[in-house]
C-alpha cells in the first residue's frame, strides 16, 4: 500500500506563489506517474498537472500552463507543484495521486489509485 501526504498548502494573495510537497512512504511509487488534482467548493474534481515516472512527460492543465511547474525527485520519493502567480480562481483543496503499476502520465482521477489527504490553497484577491 501506499500512503501519499500533501504539505505546502496557505493563504497567499493574488500574485503569489506557493510549492506544494507530496511524499509517498510504504511502496515506492517512483516507477508509477503521478499528479495534482484541486477541487473547489461545489466542482468535480479536476486535474492540474501530471507527470510520467522519469518525469520527461507532463501534462498541465490549459488553466495553470505557463504558471504552475510539476516535478518529482524519486530518489526522496516527493512530487512538487511550484505555483506561480497565483489567482483567486485556483482556490481549492489540492490533492497528490499516484498511479498504479503505470508509468505514463494520465488526466483522469479514476486513473490513480493512490490519493493524499488533501492541502487547501487559498488565494485572496
Known amino acids: 500500500q501506499v500512503q501519499l501526504v500533501e504539505s505546502g498548502g496557505g493563504l497567499v494573495q493574488a500574485g503569489g506563489s506557493l510549492r506544494l510537497s507530496c511524499t509517498a512512504s510504504g511502496r515506492t511509487v517512483s516507477s508509477n506517474a503521478m499528479g495534482w488534482f484541486r477541487q473547489a467548493p461545489g466542482k468535480e474534481r479536476e486535474v492540474v498537472a501530471a507527470i510520467s515516472w522519469r518525469g520527461s512527460s507532463t501534462y498541465y492543465a490549459d488553466s495553470v500552463k505557463g504558471r504552475f511547474f510539476i516535478s518529482r525527485d524519486n530518489a526522496k520519493n516527493t512530487m512538487y507543484l511550484q505555483m506561480n502567480s497565483l489567482k483567486p480562481e485556483d482556490t481549492a483543496v489540492y490533492y497528490c495521486?499516484?498511479?498504479?503499476?503505470?508509468?505514463?502520465?494520465?488526466?483522469?482521477?479514476?486513473?490513480?489509485?493512490?490519493w493524499g489527504q488533501g492541502t487547501q490553497v487559498s488565494v485572496s484577491s
Open positions: 495521486a499516484g498511479r498504479r503499476s503505470s508509468p505514463f502520465v494520465a488526466v483522469r482521477p479514476m486513473e490513480y489509485a493512490y
